[in-house]
């Protein structure tokens, strides 16, 4: 009975956008079509392949709405469904890039030249300097230029480093420096890490934690692996994990009570093979409690630990509700030319961009992000990922790769490549997006059978391509 109503129902939509969309010419759009576009669109989130909508759609006399509805029918049927042949897709902005990129990118070869590393450790640009720390090769431990320029930037560390201007750092340089010392030469830089493990910058104790292990500090793992932030916690644990295997198999059972996925996700991994006799009692409390959350885009940590617990690595908890989309849909998907400020804190060197939806390709993603939007969602979240030569990413309330919006994002893979200034959704796999944003740099085209492209930038790119890990929103807002 209710299926033979909204058959009735988008009938008489259907039939009266044909009556409709007759007369208003062949750029309008009325509240007929508008439902049945929004119908066909919901279908299309749900996944709901026997959505009556779909054929009506598929049959209706705007070609536009008819396009939709056949995209829909095939992404339902598979997420990875790229094509859409009906209307031309319009090409992203070109931008070239900074010629710092060049130098950064060439880094990789003259890794093992250590004049060539000491020249790039005074590049003008700190992105290339942090690079070099970074690639630097081992067998360039005993150059005195590379060594004592790792220990002016650990030593010029700012008493401030919650803030920094624009084109410099602030924790960024001793942190990396104090990574690559810890490689280079663990005994020198073993007090360092041990000093820098106490600092009051969450950033500088999770470099800490991964600059521990190389210097043979496990006291210092395990102190922060019950630090105050959860970013540290997992970064440390999971370098317990690898190196102490289940010698700290109580630290890890006593993580998983944490609140945070990526702290519970790490412990339960840790814990794989565990013959401590706590460890399956607090596994498996610990999955029912995530369980019962019903947040999709914390799959992660329930498929922890159900592998912990050796069952099967599916996650079968039902996802989240859908809610209805927003009204936005509509316009998106008829290509309205909506644009976003990102405005970036002062604290982190300033400036905005501006980015264009592009709902042509992907207008489930761009209304939702849109509502997260006007929500005050991403106001204060950060960039939590910065490879310079790969991309930007960011926008988790948690400020890792694991805390996200729920429901999941669906993919709406499209015609328009990763190129440069394209913004893609962060997911774990098809129809698994977080919210979070993540801004290629260079192009990325081996990204487009598993990311939807939902916006392009079209003012600021040198404000993205100065972005630094740690960096923070200050504000996403609609300006047209």
């Known amino acids: 009975m209710a299926e033979r109503c909204v058959w009735s129902l988008l009938s008489?939509?259907?039939?009266?956008?044909c009556a409709i969309s007759g007369n208003a010419g062949s750029g309008g759009s009325s509240t007929p079509d508008s439902a049945l576009i929004t119908a066909i669109l919901a279908a299309e989130d749900r996944r709901a392949a026997d959505d009556p909508a779909l054929a009506l759609g598929s049959q209706h006399r705007d070609p536009q709405v008819s396009a939709l509805a056949r995209r829909a029918v095939a992404r339902?049927?598979?997420?990875?469904?790229?094509?859409?042949?009906?209307?031309?897709?319009?090409?992203?902005?070109?931008?070239?890039?900074?010629?710092w990129r060049l130098r950064y990118r060439a880094l990789a070869l003259s890794r093992t030249d250590c004049a060539a590393m000491a020249a790039a450790f005074a590049d003008p640009s700190w992105l290339v300097r942090l690079r070099a720390a970074d690639v630097v090769a081992d067998t360039c431990a005993g150059d005195t230029r590379i060594v004592g320029t790792l220990r002016e930037w650990i030593d010029a560390l700012p008493s401030d480093v919650s803030r920094r201007t624009a084109g410099s750092v602030s924790w960024h340089a001793a942190a990396h420096a104090m990574v690559t010392l810890a490689r280079l030469q663990p005994a020198l830089a073993s007090p360092i890490v041990r000093r820098l493990a106490a600092h009051s910058s969450a950033h500088l104790r999770e470099y800490a934690a991964r600059a521990a292990t190389a210097a043979g500090a496990t006291d210092v793992l395990r102190t922060?692996?019950?630090?105050?932030?959860?970013?540290?916690?997992?970064?440390?644990?999971?370098a317990l994990g690898r190196g102490?295997?289940?010698?700290?198999?109580?630290?890890?059972?006593?993580a998983l009570a944490a609140t945070e996925p990526q702290v519970v996700r790490v412990a339960a991994t840790a814990l794989v093979g565990s013959t401590d006799p706590t460890a399956r009692p607090a596994l498996t409390a610990a999955l029912a409690t995530w369980i019962a959350r019903q947040h999709d885009t914390e799959r992660d940590v329930?498929?922890?630990?159900?592998?912990?617990?050796?069952?099967?690595?599916?996650?079968?908890?039902?996802?989240?509700?859908?809610p209805p989309l927003p009204v936005s849909v509509v316009a998106l998907a008829r290509g309205a030319d909506v644009r976003l400020r990102v405005t970036m804190a002062a604290a982190s060197g300033g400036g905005s961009f501006v980015v264009?939806?592009?709902?042509?390709?992907?207008?489930?993603?761009?209304?939702?992000?849109?509502?997260?939007?006007?929500?005050?969602?991403?106001?204060?979240?950060?960039?939590?990922?910065?490879?310079?030569?790969?991309?930007?990413?960011?926008?988790?309330?948690?400020?890792?790769?694991y805390v996200g919006a729920s429901p999941f994002f669906v993919d709406e893979l499209g015609l328009v490549p990763h190129l440069r200034g394209t913004i893609g959704m962060s997911t774990r796999g098809h129809d698994t997006g977080d919210g979070q944003w993540f801004v290629n740099l260079r192009d990325n085209l081996r990204l487009g059978r598993d990311y939807t492209v939902f916006a392009e930038v079209v003012e600021g790119i040198d404000v993205v391509d100065g972005v630094m890990e740690g960096d923070v929103i200050a504000s996403i807002v609609r300006v047209r």
Do not use: C, K
Request: net charge negative; glycine share 8%; hydrophobic share 40%.
């Open 12 to 17: 008489v939509l259907l039939l009266a956008g």
């Open 76 to 99: 339902i049927a598979d997420s990875t469904f790229a094509q859409r042949n009906e209307f031309p897709v319009a090409a992203p902005p070109v931008w070239p890039e900074p010629a």
């Open 224 to 238: 922060l692996a019950r630090d105050r932030d959860a970013n540290v916690r997992a970064t440390a644990i999971e």
């Open 244 to 254: 102490t295997g289940h010698a700290d198999d109580s630290l890890f059972v006593a």
């Open 302 to 322: 329930r498929v922890a630990l159900r592998t912990a617990l050796g069952q099967s690595a599916v996650d079968p908890a039902p996802r989240a509700r859908r």
């Open 356 to 401: 264009r939806m592009r709902g042509d390709i992907a207008p489930i993603t761009g209304a939702r992000i849109l509502d997260l939007v006007d929500q005050g969602y991403y106001n204060g979240t950060g960039w939590h990922r910065a490879e310079h030569d790969f991309v930007i990413q960011g926008g988790s309330p948690g400020e890792n790769e």
